[in-house]
């Protein structure tokens, strides 16, 4: 965008996402928005199983080189202990935003992790990585034309200084979750038992689906011990690991007016603070 022109034309199409209900005023005043709109403007963009949407088509896609780069970067970084994967997915899934996260492609959300984590964590400074994204536009100004982008890095840095967690050397030989095993104390339920997911507030970040929250289901498998997807987002290696249930749910009891046969059933693995006895 060099002339008005065009970043009036760009900024037309900006103005027609639209990021609120069409009942209520962008930057409204407190008594404009309900308690009901209030708990739909929190929820996280990427709990969206059970949303009302137009039926589409499921088609396989092969990946593209650069989403294959991408995905390599990426577990390069949770190898070096630069980030676990439940930071990725919040800052790459979550901390995004409504519409990016559903109007961009997979991996297009991936690689803005990475830039968003190496700046929160001091990595690179903000005038480093603009600058260097302005350089390779500039290297590939006609497009790839079939060609693969080179990699020319300026230097390579010193990592020794470098901030990492322990779990990249804690689980080598282990895996993940074995290193938390004997962790988390006994399970609370067991095979068979009747449970309810908790309505806890989903602040932030969550991977219980909202879907089941305040259902009820049987334990169908005590699974592993591990710290809570709510914590390790955070990189918390303080946490206490807790134990993962799968947790087996009648279709007709999640759905409004199903209309499947009644023993169809869903399962969804779920930590243990998200669940409460059902007597």
Known sequence: MTKAAERAEQLAL???LQATYPEVPEWP???QVTHDHYLAYMKTPHDVGGELNVPGTYENKEEEQWE??????????????????????????????RSIYLGLP???????AVGRLLLDKKQITWGELTERLDEVRARYAGGLNGRRPEAQPKFEGDGS?????????EAVGIGDPQ??????????????????VRELPALFYTRTPEYVRGAEGVIAEVSYESPAPEDETWDREDVKPEWFYIVRFNQADLWDRYTGPASDTLQTE????????VS
Do not use: Q
């Open 29 to 31: 005043m407190p008594d």
């Open 68 to 97: 294959l780069m991408t995905y390599v970067l990426c577990e390069v970084l949770g190898w070096r202990g630069i980030w676990v994967s439940e930071e990725r997915r919040r800052i790459g899934n979550v901390d995004v935003g």
């Open 106 to 112: 997979y991996y297009t959300r991936w690689l803005w």
């Open 270 to 277: 779920i930590p243990e603070r998200w669940l409460e006895s």
């Open 14 to 16: 900006i103005s027609r």
């Open 161 to 169: 200084k470098v901030v990492r967690n322990r779990h990249h050397l």
């Open 179 to 196: 290193i938390f095993a004997g962790k988390a104390g006994p399970a609370k339920f067991k095979l068979g038992d009747r449970v309810k």
